[in-house]
């Protein structure tokens, strides 16, 4: 079985940077593809970024910017860096398996952690 | 704003069939499969249909998904308590070249 878990600080100061990272077990991250999803407090769910496991990154245009995905196939770990941090990015942060079928774009996404709040506060 | 436009909530009483609409646009729902997930808090979310129809491994077969040009719904058989949830829908996005979702449903029992 597939399991993935967050884990990072809870709390961030404004403009700082948010680091998290995904612990992955029952699965190898030298295959398929990761990503990271966050749902805002009250809002619904949104994609932030994915990596495949050859390096490829794609990220979500809002966030592009300010975004970091990358693998640590060492660890079989994955990390999320987020900077410059705005309460609007207050959410619950998961990471979870992105499944790709044939030669399609990846398409959905079969195993998630629990989640970690990060609040962004001073 | 969600892409992804469903109803806040729906109920139903134990037993009953509920769906969940699902509406998107032509670079979305209407070029690719639709997606849903449970969420209950505190718990990973659980992917319950795949592929506009597809349920993976131990998901009850009450549970049955349906897509049509730009839109998409997700509909249980009969109600179950356990059934109780946040449900998301989910499409790939030509134009954002990502992943989009659904704002959320509540599904609740009378």
């Known amino acids: 079985q597939v399991h993935l878990q967050e884990s990072g600080p809870g709390l961030v100061k404004p403009s700082e940077t948010l680091s998290l990272t995904c612990s992955v077990s029952g699965a190898s991250i030298s295959s398929d593809f990761w990503s990271w999803v966050r749902q805002p407090p009250g809002k619904g769910l949104e994609w932030i970024a994915y990596?495949?496991?050859?390096?490829?990154?794609e990220y979500h245009p809002s966030l592009k910017s300010r975004v970091t995905i990358s693998l640590d196939t060492s660890n079989n770990q994955f990390s999320l860096r987020l900077r410059s941090v705005t309460a609007a990015d207050t959410a619950v942060y998961y990471c979870?398996?992105?499944?790709?079928?044939?030669?399609?774009?990846?398409?959905?996404?079969?195993?998630w952690g629990r989640g970690t709040l990060v609040t962004v506060s001073s | 704003q969600s892409v992804l436009t469903q109803p806040p909530s729906v109920s139903g009483t134990p037993g009953q069939r509920v769906s969940i609409s699902c509406s998107g646009s032509t670079s979305s729902i209407g070029r690719n499969f639709v997606h849903w997930y449970q969420l209950l808090p505190g718990t990973a979310p659980k992917l319950v249909i795949f592929r506009t129809n597809q349920r993976p491994s131990g998901v009850p077969d009450r549970f049955s998904g349906s897509q049509s040009g730009t839109s998409a719904s997700l509909a249980s058989s009969g109600l179950r308590s356990e059934d109780e949830a946040d449900y998301f829908c989910e499409v790939w996005d030509d134009s954002l070249s990502g992943p989009v979702f659904g704002g959320g449903t509540m599904l609740t029992g009378l």
């Open positions: 990596v495949h496991h050859s390096g490829n990154t």
């Open positions: 979870a398996r992105l499944q790709q079928v044939a030669e399609r774009p990846p398409e959905y996404f079969d195993y």
